[in-house]
């Protein structure tokens, strides 16, 4: 995903993808670490997010993924990036899309100690710029993989 930088940089596609990595980092700490992306897709309008986890999310699950997004948001994090080898970035723990192909050296962006991923940007600069996120949607779209959308506001 998101090689070398989204084709579509406006502003709306950008909070979407910060809010993809405070989501990704949400579903595996409520979730656990079993949860490993399987793709993303952002329009200018919602964000898709394919994961893998043997069942749905229950209403409860759901709720607390989206309170945790919504609490980083409050919370007014710096979102950052260090570009560093791709192999001090694996073993530093950042998250990484295994279907990418990367560079040896690559960026890792930062949101506090709240998410770490590889990831070629563009960014927003604070968590705070995203507003807030809701979860309006998800689907099983094969087995062991779930689909979420999500939109701003
Ligand atoms: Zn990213």
């Not at 079993?34 to 919602?46: D, H």
């Amino acid at each position: 995903m998101f090689k070398g930088g989204l084709a579509d940089s406006s502003e709306e596609v950008t909070k979407l993808h910060t809010a993809t990595h405070l989501l990704h980092a949400s579903l595996r700490k409520i979730l656990g670490e079993g949860v490993s992306q399987k793709g993303s897709n952002i329009t200018y309008e919602r964000l898709r997010f394919d994961f893998s986890h043997p069942q749905k999310l229950t209403d409860e699950e759901l709720t607390k993924v989206e309170d945790l997004i919504n609490l980083q948001i409050e919370k007014k994090l710096p979102v950052s990036f260090e570009v560093v080898s791709l192999d001090e970035a694996v073993k530093s723990g950042a998250l990484h899309f295994f279907a990418e192909k990367y560079g040896e050296e690559v960026k890792v962006y930062t949101i506090e100690d709240f998410s770490r991923e590889v990831c070629g940007g563009p960014h927003i600069k604070n968590t705070s710029e995203i507003g807030h996120v809701k979860i309006i949607k998800q689907e099983k779209v094969g087995s062991g993989l779930l689909r979420i959308y999500a939109k701003l506001g």
